[in-house]
């Protein structure tokens, strides 16, 4: 259907009605590298949102996983609904401390762009691989994602984010890094902070992920209800779930016992925050940016609930025997998959051989392994494993 916008008298929405002034805010944006004229019926910020969705390494998050691997079972979550709860946390908590919803939402949906296949294993596996070529960072991969890697517009390559969204993806960077990367790096040189958008973003993985990790790890089995009873945060939802509805079905009852500790932890953060921002009242982003420490985060009490529950993770979890068996093939995987391709760069498929001579000409034998980085950090877990097969078994043809 056909209608010119232009010729109605519909009151159109404004994207940035109702800011806080230290909100980022269209009018103080720092730009894109790449000078575009503005959306006619778009934000700047609803924009990014919208070029990351359409990204392929968006796509590719629906077969990679964190914990497990995604052909485990279809209940799990993959990066892809993970980042999908990172940004519903994040724009919830950014609309009612009337923050950007459009950028915090733009940033939590970037911010695994750049994950290796296999998690956090693939991702130390790979590391390990880059030892001497500058290492392997998937925070700095998603930067390099949406910066570099995605070629689909005629006039650059990358996505052209605003620089807000894009200080967003890079939550940490050591100074080496962030010298050679201009602007962006400055804070980390300067002990800066970013927006309250990115910082928002951060908090609300870390929600997302604490509480994913509980519910795909009790399904899984890897983790029971009896040693989370260790765990206060926990522990004082699940007991409030059992007084309301003594005999409820397990599964429901780990349900309401989850959305409790999100809802817990999500009050928290908004209320903490709101009253750090209350005692400081910057003035505008610049002043956020410039004051010594974060302002969203939750009180202290609950940052304490919160390690507890994360060094239960790390421990029951991310160290039981069934996930580091996957981590081990993971290693391997990848390893070989590197290592066979810094041998022989004619094994790789043709576009990515061009990009391993290209940056190997301007790079010399650190280019040629951010190459093979590339090309390995974009696999999903299922890609990585037929690739691994075509590669090495001599069964398989091709
Ligand atoms: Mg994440």
Do not use: W
């Not at 790390?314 to 590197?338: P, T, W």
């Not at 940056?359 to 974009?378: K, N, P």
Request: net charge neutral; charged share 25%; proline share 4%.
């Amino acid at each position: 259907m056909a209608t010119d916008m232009g010729n109605r008298s519909l009151p159109l929405g404004g994207a940035e009605r109702g800011l806080a002034s230290y909100a980022a805010g269209e009018a103080h944006s720092r730009g894109r590298r790449f000078r575009e004229p503005p959306p006619k019926y778009r934000g700047e910020y609803q924009r990014d949102r919208d070029r990351i969705i359409h990204s392929a390494a968006f796509r590719r998050l629906e077969y990679k996983t964190q914990v497990f691997v995604n052909h485990e079972g279809d209940m799990f979550r993959t990066r892809l609904t993970h980042s999908i709860e990172v940004a519903q946390i994040a724009r919830s908590v950014a609309r009612t401390l009337h923050l950007n919803e459009d950028l915090s939402e733009a940033i939590a949906l970037a911010h695994d762009l750049g994950h290796t296949p296999y998690g956090h294993a693939g991702q130390e596996a790979l590391n390990a691989c880059m030892k001497n070529y500058g290492g392997f960072e998937h925070n700095l991969q998603s930067l390099r994602v949406v910066d570099e890697l995605e070629e689909r517009y005629a006039e650059f390559s990358g996505l052209n984010l605003t620089f807000e969204t894009r200080e967003g993806v890079l939550k940490h960077c050591a100074a080496p890094k962030a010298r050679e990367l201009g602007e962006l790096g400055r804070r980390f040189l300067d002990k800066q902070q970013p927006g309250l958008e990115a910082q928002l973003a951060n908090l609300a993985d870390e929600i997302a992920y604490n509480n994913h990790d509980v519910d795909d790890g009790l399904r899984a089995g890897l983790i029971t209800l009896e040693q989370l009873q260790e765990i206060e945060l926990f522990r004082a939802q699940y007991a409030e779930v059992m007084n309301a509805y003594p005999g409820l079905p397990s599964r429901r009852v780990i349900h309401e016992t989850v959305r409790r500790m999100i809802n817990r932890q999500v009050t928290d953060l908004v209320e903490a925050s709101h009253a750090r921002v209350d005692a400081v009242a910057p003035a505008d982003i610049e002043a956020v940016r410039a004051h010594p420490a974060p302002l969203i985060g939750f009180s202290d009490a609950m940052r304490e609930q919160n390690l507890e529950l994360k060094r239960f993770l790390r421990h029951a979890l991310y160290q039981h025997y069934r996930v580091q068996r996957m981590s081990a093939k993971a290693r391997r995987v990848i390893g070989e998959l590197f290592a066979v391709f810094m041998d022989d760069a004619h094994l790789l498929p043709p576009e990515q051989e061009r990009a391993v001579l290209r940056l190997e000409t301007q790079h010399g034998r650190a280019g040629r392994a951010r190459a093979v980085a590339d090309y390995i950090a974009g696999m999903t877990d299922r890609y990585a494993i037929a690739e691994h097969e075509r590669v090495f078994n001599p069964q398989q043809l091709t």
